[in-house]
């Protein structure tokens, strides 16, 4: 018994262990922010999915299973690329990695506090992105900008969507 306390004592010292996340090695979660960031019910299969904001390293391909969207802003961005900020969100047993990196790398996402939130189905946040979006079903993603203008990343079903709204700051 005294064997075993001694051994968990030990490990807490060392630290707690790195998340795994399934994104392969060459994303980790960001130092400073809680892992997972959020849960929500993007899909509407009644089941929590997880949102993890992750960083990550140039190398290899990430595994196959990992699905990269990075064309929802207008950057480039190549999976053998680096990144200091990108969002990892797994649906059941499907993995994505939003990336784009002139969008996550600006000085808003550098924060301790990142601009970025669930709005719930049924919330007031929620309606107001579903009333210019008719796609947008289940629980989403608001992200802020720089601009001061929230979008919102949601499941159209298939894949994730941006819905960036034509408003004034």
């Keep these: 018994m005294r064997t075993l306390i001694a051994a968990a004592v030990a490990l807490a010292l060392m630290g707690a262990a790195p998340v795994t996340l399934g994104f392969g090695d060459r994303a980790a979660p960001v130092a400073n922010q809680p892992a997972p960031y959020a849960s929500a019910d993007f899909d509407g299969d009644g089941v929590a999915d997880t949102v993890t904001i992750v960083s990550v390293t140039a190398g290899k391909a990430l595994p196959g299973d990992v699905t990269v969207i990075s064309n929802l802003w207008h950057t480039s961005w190549h999976a053998n690329q680096a990144t200091l900020r ?11 990695l939003i990336a784009g990196p002139d969008y996550f790398d600006s000085p808003i996402w550098s924060e ?57 700051p």
């Design 86 to 96: 990108a969002i990892a969100i797994v649906l059941g047993h499907r993995k994505f």
């Design 112 to 168: 301790k506090q990142l601009p970025l939130h669930v709005a719930r189905r049924g919330s007031k946040a929620f309606k107001e992105f579903q009333t210019q979006e008719k796609r947008i079903r289940n629980d989403i993603l608001v992200l802020g900008t720089e601009a001061g203008i929230d979008t919102a990343l949601y499941w159209n079903g298939k894949t994730f969507a941006l819905f960036e709204p034509n408003e004034e």
